[in-house]
């Protein structure tokens, strides 16, 4: 992502992929269903944290102009690089850990979602590197639906408002994505 770059709402930048297609088409999270993804992310020292927001990974409901159900982010926190997993529409933190020790390494990334409206869905956050686990938070009793279905988004999704001067040409690198439906 080069600073240049402009999404069609010009106070923010975007590159994104979706994700878990078949060939008929995306596969369907509804309510009741628990999903897990696990993937190996790269963030190169260039990708910092900010002031605003920096999502690199979202759950959302598809279409246009809906909020962000799961998102991870780069967020300053007291001046720190943090990476963190929030549901956005109740403001409920799961967790929050440093990001530098990620910067410049693979770290693997397990991310388990029970699909669920009100206070019947839960989810689960683990960030490994080199076999150390630097965090593993769940939470339960939340809500993790909005209406259709939940949709996965990976790539960088990030504020130009940012006032840490962290904004700079970067890239987010993702390999090994796996999904599974779990009963």
Known sequence: MHTVDRDTSTDRQRQEVTGLRTSSGYLKWLPGQTW??????YIPSSLKATTTFTHIMQMKQP???SSPIVVQSLR???GAQ????????SGTLIGRTSLDPLHDTWTDVDFQIKVGDGSSG????ILK???????DKSRSGVDTFLA????PKWGIYRSLG???????????LLRNLRGYQLV
């Not at 943090?82 to 529409?89: G, H, S």
Request: overall charge positive.
């Open 162 to 172: 940012d006032t840490s001067g962290s904004l700079q040409d970067c890239h987010l």
């Open 129 to 135: 590197s080199g076999g150390t686990t630097l965090i």
């Open 76 to 78: 300053r926190v007291n």
């Open 82 to 89: 943090t990476i963190e997993l929030q549901l956005p529409i």
């Open 148 to 151: 259709d279905r939940v949709r």
């Open 36 to 41: 897990r993804v696990t993937y190996s992310m």
């Open 63 to 65: 279409g246009t102009g």
């Open 122 to 125: 839960s989810v689960r956050w």
